[in-house]
């Protein structure tokens, strides 16, 4: 819900702040605000204490939390010392990164960055070798 309201407020803002010229609307697309919107942090160094309930703990006193993740390894099921959190709010986030960097969480010093899209993995059966799947191998 709270993206939802997001969109609806980057469209109002964008609307009236472009300028109409011949009909058309000029000025920054609605993709552009939308790829622009940075409510999620990147945590990492987390001990391997930490779990999602005192992540979102430490961090809700900036703001709405509406994800905090931390990331396990899938065999073990132990933390991989670094986790996620999405705020209703790009300023949430803002004020949580320059509050939260390097600040002390469960015995560790942590540090908090703006998530960034994963690349996407090319590829295809592990290990190296094989050609099966590769980028650029376009021979068969």
Known sequence: MAFYNRIGSLMRQSISHNIVSNGLVTGPSMFNAIRC??????????SYQTDEHSLKEAFSGFGDVVEARVITDRE?????????????????????????????????????????????????FGGGGGGYNR??????
């Open 37 to 46: 919107m940075s409510s999620k942090l990147f945590i990492g160094g987390l």
């Open 135 to 140: 980028a650029g191998n376009d021979q068969y």
């Open 76 to 124: 073990s099921g132990r933390s991989r010392g670094f986790g996620f959190i999405s705020y209703t709010s790009d300023d949430s986030a803002k004020e949580a990164m320059t509050s939260m960097d390097g600040q002390e969480l469960d015995g560790r010093s942590i540090r908090v960055s703006l998530a960034t899209e994963r690349a996407p993995r090319t590829g295809g």
